[in-house]
């Protein structure tokens, strides 16, 4: 692992030699929610990145292999956001399953780990109209031109309410 793109870090602890994965699947889906109207159209509202879990397997083949995974196994319980680091990219994450098998001990233990990415609640004013300040701001800002045709006591002006002319 010759530079930073090819590290693998889960909050503090460097994958290496055997440890590391052959395959990492990252990524995720776009959240929404589809409206399907008459005639075959649709509207699609979407609602943000929603990451998949981040799952994989691999072998610890060294002299501390079952003390790597009682530390890893102690990050899980402690259920706290930790940084991930892979392929250049960042995310926090929290443990939310670690198992470990142990081969031949104490130098050779596989494992199978699986990672939760934290996303961040929506800031106020941050998103589109998608994000939930977006959609109240709105409609606070509708309700607002709406209420300036109206007099005191519902009655539309210019239709023979208090004050019309």
Known sequence: MASGLDQLTLGGFVFSGFSPPDLLPLGGHQAMTIHKLPGGARVIDTLGRDDDDISW???F???DAINVCVQLDAMRKAGSLIP???AGQSRQVVISHFLYSIRRYPM???YIITLVVYQPPPTAGGGGASSSGGVDSAVSSDAASG???VLPGGAPSGQGGIGSA
């Open 57 to 59: 397997r691999g072998t």
């Open 61 to 63: 083949f060294q002299n």
């Open 84 to 86: 991930f680091i892979a």
């Open 108 to 110: 050779w233990v596989e």
């Open 147 to 149: 209420a300036d045709g």
